[in-house]
């Protein structure tokens, strides 16, 4: 018998001490589990992500068989509840929160299986079937169409923190500027969070339909009416309209392919959890976009389409680990992506076709500076470098702890480098040290530069929580 | 319990020792690592190794137990080199009362205020009881689990989570006159 399999019985929690009130000590145990239920999810979710994480490590190993097109949950089970249950048995059985959570999951299943009815319909019929709707959007939906116009010139110096997002956001694993660096999109653990950069005004709220798992990717379409959310155990890429949140499409690879004719891979179960959307990014034209995928439903690959069509342009499969960063060239020619596999590679975005790679830290960020010549990226954990990729020549390197993000200033100068739990920013050109941020308090999982370059938001995903997003002056720069 | 493992895992013997071993090999690595993410990182090095040593899952489980936290703690300690250790654990608690069905909007109030109650008496615990309770309680960890992740002898957290108890109770009482 597992010990650690066992719920604890009422009597083990007392260690000696009788039950004197019986009423009162089940419901201070059940408060008590209340209390903790979210971390009890939160954990569930994490083991069963390393879980499947594990499984498709063990079906590289076997080499891709056939078996690795099914959904990948739990062994001999096809729900997330079920999947999540050999996790959740460990706590009292019938509490109200575990009621709660087989109607969410219900919910999340029901949406999963409509969601991707829905893409596939879209993609058959070749056109946005949902356009951007200015109907039934709501008090705030409407105000975010026409943000407050904020005051762009910092009034104080670099560094100056000039808003610090509210407690009730937590975990950022991405941010995304819309093009006029008026609103900020943030992921924040299984939501989409917009506001006004500087005031925090005007918040929508987006919930991925795919549901429940981590939002990993964002990306605001160059002419800023489109964004574009990726999250672990969606269906696929999610277009929504920033101003409104209301979905335009959804981008699923495995239909894709099946609609453009493409390989003989074609997938008709449903995907289940553990897959995902970890990076997307737009070509600067705003005509395309491309999603880097991962889990057994998809295999790790880079897929781009026309965002019009919904037709597949190409799909880069070379990565042999999970894709954790995209970045597309200034002149739209080139995507660059940095995997688990510990490769950075940068191909042709028409063709696929490797034009340059590099070994670099696993999991690692890159970045393009604005003329898109030169390519920052991660080498280990401990360095930075950065490559002119036409000529294949290393420019310059910078030892310093390198996080998962990276940005590179809109006017080339500067490179700014999640570390630890601060943000520095180097010289791109010499690679001395301009400026070290320390009020992130926290360790940075991600940050972005606003594209008129006066600010960076930057915020953490710490296990500590209370993780906070703070926008600050990165302009003028020395 | 073990029955229903059986059910679940019959043919699946890492499963199995995923599912009895993961939970307190993770709030280990969530108590030593900056993120969750590192976290989940590191508990997949693990179950890697595990894979690669191949006859693991043959073996006793006090063998399983003590080869796989040998393994916990040099991933942690090679993690550490890298990334620096976290130098505090989230004891964070929201006492948000979510499930209210059929309750009447006064008997609400009165739940949310006993629950934010509650979590404002764990946050006055001294730090190792409030860790201890949180292993037991959103980790859904055994006492000699909460031991290992703790790095203390199993009397040591039987104690700890006691006395958290008894002040939590107490509290309880005095809140109920």
Redesign the interface.
Known sequence: ????????PPE??????PLA?PA??A??LS??????????A??AR??E???V??EQ??QQRRGGTRASRLPLA????QTKEQSM???L???SQGG??R??MGTLVAVVVLTLLVGSMVAVFTLARGKTAIGPSITGTGPTATSAILPTPTERKPAHGLGTTVYTSPASYD?FYAFAWSPDSKRIAASTQSQVQIWDATTGKHPLTYTPKGGGGSVLALAWSPDGTKLAVGAVSSDGLEIINPATGKVIRTLNPTTALQTAGMGPEVSTVPLSGGSGVSAAAWSPDGKFIAAAFFGSAYGNKVVIWNIQTGALVTSFTKHTGEISSLAWSADGSYVASTSYDQTVQVWDAHNGKVIFSHSADQ?GALAWSPTGTHLVFATD??AFQVWDVATNTQITSYQT?AN?SIAWSPDGKAIAVAS??DVILWDAATGTHIFTYTETG??V?SLAWSPDGNYIVSG???????NLAKVWNAAPLP | ??Q??HV???D?PD?AL???????L??YF?KQ?????D???L??EV??AA?EQGKLATLE?EKQRAWLWAVARNKAADHFR???R?T???L????????MEGMEPEQMLVRQE??AH??DT?RQLPTPQQHV??L??????????IAMVLHKREGTT??L??RA??A??SS??RN?R
């Open positions: 018998m597992s010990e650690a399999n066992a719920p604890l083990d929690t007392q260690t000696g001490h009130q009162e000590e419901q201070m408060d008590l589990e209340r209390l903790y239920q979210p971390l009890v939160r954990n994490s083991l992500h390393v879980w994480r594990l490590h063990k739990y062994p001999g089970l249950q050999p996790f048995s460990r706590f109200a929160w009621r709660a975990d999991g954990i401990s702890q998962a630890n739990t926290d360790y999982r953490g995903n710490n296990e500590a929580g209370g | 319990m073990q229903h493992a679940l895992l019959n699946a499963a995923y599912q009895r071993f993961a939970p307190a993770f709030a969530l690592t900056v993120s969750r993410e976290a989940e990182d508990l997949l179950f890697l894979l489980e890298r990334r620096g976290s505090r654990v989230d964070s608690l929201v006492a948000e009362f979510a499930d006993e629950l509650l979590a764990i309770v949180q037991r309680f959103g980790h859904g960890l055994s006492h000699s689990e039987r104690m989570l006691s108890l008894k939590l109770r309880y009482q109920e």
